[in-house]
């Protein structure tokens, strides 16, 4: 699996990705993180202060492979993905300068063990204004990237798909949960929901 998964990611080299977002964060001032899913109810960071943030130009999509961690690379599950276009509500964490250099390395080794997602600085507005922040976003010419998928698509995975951390189903409820704890809708996810328990409670009344 390991090898499988480094082969779809050849040519984007984990660590030296870490270095460039390490170096181009610098160093001087305050470490910020944007985080859109599994961040804001696991955010495992040891952070001083958080923020509701709102993020232009990219949106939250569950529309990203998953074949260790919410499926198998026989049953894929998904994850979510920060995707351009639109815009996606979340909340932005802020590490002391002295932690950001290990924060971007405990983030590297969650989220960027293979290098798929493309780490960029976005700004991020806050009630107490703009700032910069580290986000994982994903490209649709990235081999993770599921493309369009249809009712059905999602319907099944969320009936069978399940990894080392447990279902997609449950993964994308935690993260709705979250989401409605905070004040944000997220419509789409919603509607994903409502297909899934629609698909559950036609398989419980099944003889």
Request: glycine letters at 10%; aromatic letters at 10%; proline letters at 5%.
């Amino acid at each position: 699996m390991t090898r499988q998964l480094h082969h779809a990611h050849a040519g984007r080299d984990p660590q030296a990705m870490l270095a460039r977002a390490i170096a181009q964060w610098g160093g001087e001032h305050d470490l910020w993180v944007f985080g859109y899913g599994s961040l804001l109810w696991r955010p495992e960071l040891d952070f001083e202060e958080r923020r509701p943030a709102q993020v232009y130009g990219w949106h939250r999509a569950l529309k990203m492979w998953s074949k260790v961690n919410r499926g198998t690379p026989e049953c894929p599950g998904l994850v979510f993905g920060l995707l351009s276009g639109g815009s996606c509500r979340g909340m932005v964490f802020r590490l002391p300068r002295e932690a950001g250099a290990q924060g971007i390395a405990t983030l590297w080794q969650r989220e960027m063990v293979t290098g798929v997602y493309d780490p960029r600085w976005l700004p991020c507005r806050t009630e107490h204004g703009t700032v910069r922040a580290l986000a994982f976003t994903l490209s649709r010419r990235s081999p993770q990237h599921t493309g369009v998928l249809c009712d059905d698509d999602y319907r099944r995975i969320f009936s069978t798909a399940a990894g080392r951390f447990g279902t997609t189903r449950d993964y994308a409820r935690q993260t709705y949960d979250e989401l409605r704890r905070l004040g944000i809708e997220d419509r789409a996810l919603a509607r994903l929901l409502r297909l899934s328990q629609a698909e559950s409670d036609a398989a419980d009344a099944r003889p």
